[in-house]
């Protein structure tokens, strides 16, 4: 009786556990890839974000448009809750201008700015890098049409996993309209 118990209850356990990942929303071919964390280079799968509103940025700690970092995460703590994730790539191909270490940046957004939101270690965004591009930056810029052309620049990804808008380095994340394009953003289903 008390194996039949068990196995009734092993079940009924695995059950709902099918149930919960079938609920779970299937990963976008955009996500379907992984990143080293710029803090300790541990792979981050950004499945982790489906169902998210992202923005994508290629960010430097010695440009002119640096201080963009505490308009990020401004916006970040404004709508995490209500599902935006700020995703933030140092590059250093703009100006020579992130020529430090992974352990440099972090301390760097983490000290300067109070960045909270996801850091991923330094990688090539500009179309010059050919094949050596980040492949997330690739893949936004052949779905937009628009590769960064300096440091800051912004894509917009809605939460079904396509890419929403591309936004170049002069746009601060909290200038109105953009703010608008990122409401929009959250409140579609």
Known sequence: MKLQRRR???????????AARAAEPACAPLLARSFPRLQDEK?????????????????????????????????????RERGLVVLGFPSNDFGQQEPGSAKEIAEFCEGTYGVKFPMFA?????????????????????????WPKW?????????????????????????????????????AA
């Open 8 to 18: 009734l209850l092993f079940s009924a356990a695995l059950a709902a556990a099918g």
């Open 151 to 187: 440091n800051f620049h912004k894509y917009l990804v809605a939460r079904d996993g396509t890419p929403a808008g591309s936004f170049p380095s002069n746009v601060d994340p909290l200038d109105k309209g953009f703010v608008a394009q990122v409401e929009k953003l959250l409140v």
């Open 122 to 146: 330094k990688s090539r965004v500009a179309a010059a890098a050919g094949a050596q591009a980040n492949a997330l930056f690739a893949e936004l810029a052949r779905r937009t049409g628009q």
């Open 43 to 79: 792979p981050q799968d950004l499945c982790q974000y489906v169902g998210r509103v992202l923005l994508v940025v290629n960010t430097a700690s010695y440009c002119g448009f640096t201080g963009q970092y505490k308009s990020l995460e401004a916006l970040y703590a404004r709508y």
